[in-house]
């Protein structure tokens, strides 16, 4: 499960961000200043920190100059959040090494959309060949699907789904998520489509009612349950 350092010093753009990353899975640590942030990026290894440029201690600018001149954080990926919305500002973060820019206000939504983006980005940007979860298998390049060593007849709708469900279990996916990451489409009132698609995939998957291999999370969407 990644580790996502949220740094601002506004409470309510806090809670909101960390609420949004929690819902989709991920570890969620915060910081409202400089120096706090500069500690827990020491102690805790993040995988990623979203950075506010403006903080009562410090600029976020320095604090990235910071850690791209840090042999042991010079590859943290880091992406900007802020109320400047000077282009010369965006060119300067991206010139000191930010992997994303964000200005204020944002859909929630779009920050763990870029989270994620970043963050297979960091990755090396290389999808693995095989997805395994359990007796759950995905080729991807043959495009194939075995459970328990029975080959799967999925369509390229169920296929997408479940290869972008299996490559974050455990994360909840709103149906928004599934729709644009898993098949490329834009959110426009599509989302119901994708409870269709899972009822299929579950009829081919789950043998055991009691234990569904695809979860629903009440109020958010769906997760692969991580075997």
Same mark, same amino acid.
Request: glycine share 10%; with cysteine.
């Given at each position: 499960m990644p580790t996502i350092l949220v740094v601002d010093d506004d409470p309510g753009i806090i809670?909101? #961000?960390?609420?949004?990353?929690?819902? $989709? +899975?991920?570890? #969620?640590?915060? $910081?409202?200043?400089?120096?706090?942030a500069r500690r827990m990026i020491r102690q805790e290894h993040p995988d990623l920190v979203i950075l506010d440029l403006m903080l009562p201690d410090a600029d976020g600018f320095d604090i990235a100059r910071s850690l791209r001149a840090d042999d042991a954080t010079a590859h943290l990926p880091i992406v900007m959040l802020t109320a400047r919305v000077d282009d010369t500002d965006r060119i300067v973060g991206l010139e000191? +090494? $930010?992997?994303?820019?964000?200005?204020? %206000?944002?859909? %929630?939504?779009? #920050?763990? !959309?870029? #989270?994620?983006?970043?963050?297979?980005? !960091? !990755?090396?940007?290389v999808t693995p060949q095989r997805l395994v979860n359990g007796g759950l298998v995905l080729d991807l390049d043959a495009h194939q699907a075995w459970l328990g060593g029975k080959e799967l007849s999925l369509t390229p709708t169920e296929f997408a789904l479940l290869a972008l469900l299996m490559?974050? %279990? +455990?994360?909840?996916?709103?149906? $928004?998520d599934l729709l644009e990451q898993g098949l490329g489409y834009a959110a426009t009132g599509l989302e119901r489509t994708i409870d269709s698609h899972i009822k299929n995939l579950r009829k081919k998957l789950e043998t055991d009612p009691t234990a569904p291999v695809i979860e629903t999370v009440y109020g958010v969407g769906y997760r692969l349950r991580n075997v």
């Open positions: 809670r909101l #961000v960390c609420s949004y990353l929690e819902q $989709a +899975g991920f570890r #969620v640590l915060s $910081a409202n200043d400089g120096n706090t000191l +090494g $930010a992997d994303d820019y964000i200005t204020k %206000p944002f859909n %929630p939504r779009e #920050v763990v !959309a870029r #989270v994620r983006a970043v963050l297979r980005r !960091a !990755a090396g940007g490559r974050y %279990p +455990g994360h909840a996916f709103t149906r $928004a």
